[in-house]
């Protein structure tokens, strides 16, 4: 801290409409050192070109969830700060793992330590008063103006209490990754809006033909009703076999069902329909009158340290036919880059394994396993042995998700005897990455905490699961790879529009768009390269340029009958031809969990 020549915390209040950027209300800043404060209302600070306080690289910037603080900065036009302490991202490493009562907003740190903080319920009818606008009197002015200085008093008097289990050079840099998130969270993703409108005009129309259409090759839903019995019939009927819960029930998790999609292709419509009756996501999908998809990315929500965004609020948590909506706009194109195998290559880095490391540098891991366990020839290919190398595919896809045998015996419509044979040749084959794996448990059990490359901090809690920790460094130093390459990218004056699991989505001019993808890959591989001391890993990109809109493999049936029913529903009688109802076919890797929903007054 001695670095720093002024300390400054500070806090917005802002509202923000569903998908549109900050509207700021007020601004209370603190140096700690001098004492010195800054109070401003709405009209005083849009007045301003430049922040009331140093940013420069002497000067330390500390907030509660600075995102929420960086996007008034980014609305407002200012620059952002260089070095930047984010207590939220520390109270979480501190606390990662264990019961935390109060929870891990501001409040809840301010208990977990033991510091007074005012009432929850005054919190909450500030919050309302600044989502409010409009015009403001006196007293209104000066309540919010005070409810604000509050927060800054709090973030001053929480600083100490963290100060002792706060590693600075890594905080330094999870601070740096809230400045890339509030760019990502303002910049938002393009959307067609005509589209969306048009789907949400006619949506309930839409679902009821959705389930007549789709529901003609399953017969299982009685109205708007899934009926269990009749699609336990349906599977027996088609000779698959399904997963079970303990209770001995059908297990209907969305997370079964888009398994099992995988599987069993077929099943992938009713899925989709399954998740847009249920999740009702076009109704709360967050998009912006300028057409931009924003939402709360909830950095390091997650226990390996990954976001977790509404998934009824980010277009890449909805459903998958949903991702049609994305759309670049004219003369723009935006591209999905992701690494390849991000988790093999990880794993193959951390055990330092060579024969996994030569498996990931072949291109392709999966066809490499299998020649290198004796399965299949040294010169096979992915056309000649395209069975096998789906097994062992499935088999290194089943160890990264902790899958047992049975599970992986579904995932490869195998027996059993089959999937233990592949497990076991995973085990053979791979022994360094496995002694590490095994050790990297017996750490965790015995010290009771993991770290990755940059510190961030699992701790095993009372009950420690021994598949999560098993997978908690692969999974977390991914994360790690991802927030250092989106703060590299947008250091580099790219437009990056969002993080989803192990890739990022950038968007250009298109006479520009093929140069930003490689240097965009550029610094992904460089990204890589410094988690994981020195080993590399490989990118792809799909690329969406105008008038093409995205789209994703799985959702493509869904979309086009979509597309087919909104055309025979529009009341409009519009003559207008949509060249795109058959979308580009693109692949995108992940589905988001679920968490928050994007904020609507700003929190510290």
Partial sequence: MNQFKEIWAVDF???????????????VALEVHSGRRIRLWCDEITQLTEPPYSISSDALFVAYYASAEFGCHLSLGWALPVA????????????????VPCGSGLLGALAYFGLSSIDAAEKESMRDLALRGGDYSADEREALLDYCETDVDALARLLPAMLPKIVMPYALLRGSYMKASAIMEFNGMPIDLKMLTRLREHWTEIQDTLIAEIDR????????????????????????????????ALDTKDDTFREMARIHPEISPLRELRASLSQMQLAELSVGKDGRNRCMLSAFRARTGRNQPSTSKFIFGSSVWLRGLMKPAEGFGIAYIDWSQQEFGVAAALSNDPLMKDAYESGDPYLAFAKQAGAVPSDATKKSHKAEREQFKACVLAVQYGMGAESLALRISQPVIRARELLHLHRETYRVFWAWSDSVVDYAMLRCKLWTTFGWEVQTGRDPNPRFLRNFLMQGNGSEMLRLACCMVADAGI???????????????????DRIIEQTKALMAEASSIVLNGFVLNSDAEIVRYPDRYSDERGVKMWETVMSILDRLDSSGSSVVHPDVHPQTTTCMTDMAPVQSYYLVGES
Avoid at 13 to 27: I, T
Wanted: hydrophobic share 50%; with cysteine.
């Fill in 495 to 513: 437009k990056i529009c969002a993080p989803v699991h192990d890739a990022i989505l950038i968007e250009a001019p298109l006479g520009d768009l």
């Fill in 13 to 27: 209040e802002f509202a923000a409409l569903s998908g549109a950027v900050p509207q700021v209300r007020c601004l």
């Fill in 217 to 248: 090759d399953y017969g299982v839903y009685e109205g708007r009703t899934f009926k269990i019995a009749r699609f336990a019939q349906w599977l027996v009927n088609h000779n698959i076999e399904w997963i079970h819960l303990p209770s001995g």
């Fill in 84 to 99: 930047v302490l984010d207590l939220f991202a520390e109270f979480r490493v501190i606390t990662n793992g264990l019961n």
